[in-house]
Nanobody, 125 residues
Framework: QVQLVEAGGGLVQPGGSLSLTCVGRGRSFRTYVMGWFRQAPGKEREFVAAISWTGLKIRYRDSEMGRFLISRDNDDSVSLQMSALRLEDTAVYYC???????????????????WGQGIQVTVSS
């Protein structure tokens, strides 16, 4: 069974930092684009960041530029380091994987084949 498993979520104060990790199981994700999305209560799922299988192509949502850092730890895992967190970063964060690179599609949910179950990140004082 192919799975993406997220870890590292939790509660953090505004201005704090948190790191999420995602591990792929059941197949190799070596050539996959891996990304992060999030969904806040009452809102649509939105793109956060994505990284190509080589790690050379990275994309961030504009509001996360400079605050979030996506990286590939190995062929089957990806991390998202989040800093200067804001109240509006509160959401369920999802890891996703797509089998090929598309500069136009990588910010769009349908592009991704596999999804994790999601992990809660709460920014609150």
């Amino acid at each position: 069974q192919v799975q993406l498993v997220e870890a590292g979520g939790g509660l953090v104060q505004p201005g704090g930092s948190l790191s999420l990790t995602c591990v792929g199981r059941g197949r190799s994700f070596r050539t996959y684009v891996m990304g992060w999305f999030r969904q806040a209560p009452g809102k649509e799922r939105e793109f956060v960041a994505a990284i190509s299988w080589t790690g050379l192509k990275i994309r961030y949502r504009d509001s996360e530029m400079g605050r979030f850092l996506i990286s590939r730890d190995n062929d089957d895992s990806v991390s998202l380091q989040m800093s200067a967190l804001r109240l509006e970063d509160t959401a369920v964060y999802y890891c996703a994987a797509a089998p090929f690179y598309s500069d136009e599609a990588m910010e769009k949910s349908p592009y991704y084949t596999y999804w994790g179950q999601g992990i809660q990140v709460t920014v609150s004082s």
